[in-house]
């Protein structure tokens, strides 16, 4: 799969597929880490406590996918 991801990049004019997933990456876990604390602060839960569960899938439905797609229309 992650070959199919790097050759699509590539295919689609990305030159750096790898900074392109690093910066992909780091996007998506920052927004997700800043709902997930948001959520806890609002529900008044202790924030020295470790994130057990992360539905990334509701966390990142907010999330911009929008820069990040591979094949330009």
Do not use: H, P
Request: charged share 25%.
């Amino acid at each position: 799969m992650l070959y199919s991801v790097y050759m699509t990049a590539k295919k689609n004019g990305i030159s750096d597929v790898y900074g392109w997933l690093r910066t992909y990456c780091r996007d998506l876990y920052a927004f997700c880490l800043e709902k997930q604390w948001t959520a806890c602060i609002k529900e008044v839960k202790s924030l020295s406590k470790k994130f057990l569960v992360w539905d990334m899938v509701s966390l990142s439905t907010d999330f911009d996918f929008s820069k990040y797609q591979l094949i330009k229309r």
